[in-house]
């Protein structure tokens, strides 16, 4: 593999100050597609793109990325969460977005080189991480509407901390009513830009309301729970652990599937766990019967992520006195035990690095 190495290396940041995606490392990946195929991953130094003013995916959107994370332990060893399934999931949205499948193996091999070389970028303070932000855009310069010719693929690597400015805080969120997010037979489930365009508009509104994130609803009825802008979400309704049912228009978390994974396989005391629809009228009744004991969001940027506030037709619900409630805290401190090295992987999610 080509690997072109940095003369600027820059100033790592101050480790208290990472906050989310705001430092990008001294180098990325990066490979193309064209004439009907995938050239090599190559590695060269962090640099803007330069793109044609008619490059199709700044006109019609046609673009998709994934989020995951490396992590450095005590003994030096670095390790990846999941990776295989951020691949695979890519592809999946690149399915849906009429854009090329890229074998994911030896763009696995050229990111851990990648990791590798940026190894002193990986901060190991509590709830920090190297976030890895592949992403796929079209690039062919032409106006007519089709899927490209020509594909651009990169790896970009940052170093963050919390998601949420105020860390393991419980997050307020605002139902959107108005707005959707995604629909069956749309893109809801592809992790794809332009579902994140669609979507500013409800976490503008929910900011200027005062809260962190809104909460979106399905796109036929408003009734149905969907997900957060950038989390699935969970509710503890007295004994069952739920969390909406993979329709179509919900991006299929891994994040999501850990908690669940974590859940069926360690049991939570005397609960039960499931994947069904949830109504926001299932969800009032639970809190004004006082069944409604907690709700978090899961994300790979977030972690696991306590909900303290969920505002609904002009009405506050405070779940669990706005503090973190038992079950969140046993999901954040297993799933992030086992990306950490902290906890044995029974799942074969960890991967090694180095
Ligand atoms: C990425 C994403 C999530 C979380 O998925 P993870 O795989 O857990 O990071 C949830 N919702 C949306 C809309 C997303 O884009």
């Given at each position: 593999?080509?690997?072109?190495?940095t003369k600027?290396?820059?100033?790592k940041p101050d480790s208290s100050k990472l906050g989310f995606g705001k430092f990008y490392t001294d180098h990325m990946l990066v490979m193309e597609y064209e004439r009907g195929k995938w050239g090599e991953p190559e590695i060269v130094p962090y640099a803007p793109f330069s793109i044609a003013p008619a490059t199709n995916v700044l006109h019609y959107g046609q673009g998709i990325f994934e989020g995951a994370k490396a992590y450095k332990r005590a003994d030096g060893s670095i390790t990846v969460f999941r990776i295989d399934d951020n691949f695979k999931r890519m592809n999946n949205s690149a399915r849906r977005m009429c854009m090329p499948e890229f074998d994911a193996e030896p763009v696995k091999r050229a990111l851990f080189e990648l990791?590798?070389?940026?190894?002193?970028?990986?901060?190991?303070g509590e709830g920090q991480a190297l976030y890895i932000r592949p992403t796929m855009v079209a690039d062919e310069e032409v106006l007519g509407v089709h899927a490209s010719k020509r594909y651009k693929f990169f790896i970009l690597l940052s170093p963050v901390g919390f998601y949420y400015?105020?860390?393991?805080?419980?997050?307020k969120i605002l139902v959107e009513e108005e707005y959707v997010r995604a629909s069956i037979g749309g893109t809801g489930e592809a992790k794809c830009m332009g579902n994140y365009a669609a979507s500013l508009i409800g976490a503008e509104k929910a900011e200027a309301a005062g809260y962190d994130q809104?909460?979106?609803l399905d796109a036929s009825e408003r009734?149905?729970?969907?997900?957060?802008?950038?989390?699935?979400?969970?509710?503890?309704i007295d004994k069952e652990i739920v969390t909406p049912a993979l329709v179509g228009s919900i991006l299929p978390g891994i994040t999501r599937n850990s908690c669940l994974q974590v859940l069926k396989k360690y049991g939570f005391k005397d609960y039960t766990v499931s994947e069904r629809r949830v109504s926001m009228d299932e969800i009032v009744a639970a809190y004004e019967s006082g069944k409604l004991k907690e709700s978090f969001g899961s994300g790979t940027a977030a972690v696991i992520s306590p909900v303290g506030v969920i505002g609904y037709k002009g009405r506050d619900m405070l779940i669990g006195g706005g503090k973190m409630g038992e079950v969140t805290e046993y999901l954040y401190n297993t799933v992030t035990a086992i990306q950490r090295g902290m906890k044995p992987d029974d799942f074969g999610w960890v991967e090694k690095v180095k």
């Amino acid at each position: 593999m080509k690997v072109t190495v940095t003369k600027q290396p820059k100033a790592k940041p101050d480790s208290s100050k990472l906050g989310f995606g705001k430092f990008y490392t001294d180098h990325m990946l990066v490979m193309e597609y064209e004439r009907g195929k995938w050239g090599e991953p190559e590695i060269v130094p962090y640099a803007p793109f330069s793109i044609a003013p008619a490059t199709n995916v700044l006109h019609y959107g046609q673009g998709i990325f994934e989020g995951a994370k490396a992590y450095k332990r005590a003994d030096g060893s670095i390790t990846v969460f999941r990776i295989d399934d951020n691949f695979k999931r890519m592809n999946n949205s690149a399915r849906r977005m009429c854009m090329p499948e890229f074998d994911a193996e030896p763009v696995k091999r050229a990111l851990f080189e990648l990791i590798k070389l940026e190894e002193d970028w990986i901060p190991t303070g509590e709830g920090q991480a190297l976030y890895i932000r592949p992403t796929m855009v079209a690039d062919e310069e032409v106006l007519g509407v089709h899927a490209s010719k020509r594909y651009k693929f990169f790896i970009l690597l940052s170093p963050v901390g919390f998601y949420y400015a105020n860390g393991m805080q419980p997050t307020k969120i605002l139902v959107e009513e108005e707005y959707v997010r995604a629909s069956i037979g749309g893109t809801g489930e592809a992790k794809c830009m332009g579902n994140y365009a669609a979507s500013l508009i409800g976490a503008e509104k929910a900011e200027a309301a005062g809260y962190d994130q809104c909460l979106w609803l399905d796109a036929s009825e408003r009734k149905y729970v969907e997900e957060v802008g950038s989390m699935n979400i969970f509710f503890v309704i007295d004994k069952e652990i739920v969390t909406p049912a993979l329709v179509g228009s919900i991006l299929p978390g891994i994040t999501r599937n850990s908690c669940l994974q974590v859940l069926k396989k360690y049991g939570f005391k005397d609960y039960t766990v499931s994947e069904r629809r949830v109504s926001m009228d299932e969800i009032v009744a639970a809190y004004e019967s006082g069944k409604l004991k907690e709700s978090f969001g899961s994300g790979t940027a977030a972690v696991i992520s306590p909900v303290g506030v969920i505002g609904y037709k002009g009405r506050d619900m405070l779940i669990g006195g706005g503090k973190m409630g038992e079950v969140t805290e046993y999901l954040y401190n297993t799933v992030t035990a086992i990306q950490r090295g902290m906890k044995p992987d029974d799942f074969g999610w960890v991967e090694k690095v180095k």
